[in-house]
């Protein structure tokens, strides 16, 4: 097996535990059962549990970019890229809910590294919501605003839906267009 495919196997294993056990009550030994790897294989690969939460959230974070660069690059205009982009980054979510739990339902026990990539993620989809909403303010799409602002009221009402839909008091899916409309309307765009 190549070091690519074991990596992937006491990830995937990794995930599984985290979400039957929760992260503090899994240890190491329950993620090389899992994997059917040695303690060998997952310490070459990952020094310590935090480092594949770390890896995990790397990985994710991966996923959500590509998912939305590619609803992005169908889309002309600033304002259809955001609305793309948004519809994008829920159904990734949607796509691994075990992921998305240990992602966002998680986090607060899981010390300073953690909090240090969350924020690197979080800031990378910051940047790229708030070029767009640049983009539409100087294409004249929307009037000028506080696009930082705006971005940041986006991610977190993001943010809310998720965990909403983790506790299961709603259905993502069903969220996209009623979002999509609020989103836009705050920043003083018209519906599509």
Known sequence: MSKVATRERILDAALEVFARKGYHRAIVDDIVRASRTSKGAVYHHFPNKEAIVLALVDDFAARLAGSVA????????????????????????????????????????????YQAKRAEVTERFAALIQSHLDEAVADGSIAPLDTRVATLAWLGAVNEIVVHWLHGKLEISATIPALTRVLLRSIGARDR
């Open 70 to 113: 590619a609803a992005i690059a169908e889309q002309r205009g600033a304002l259809a890229k955001v609305e793309h982009a948004l519809s994008a980054a829920l159904s990734t979510f949607a796509a691994d809910e075990r992921l998305a739990r240990l992602i966002l339902l998680e986090p607060v026990s899981l010390g300073p590294a």
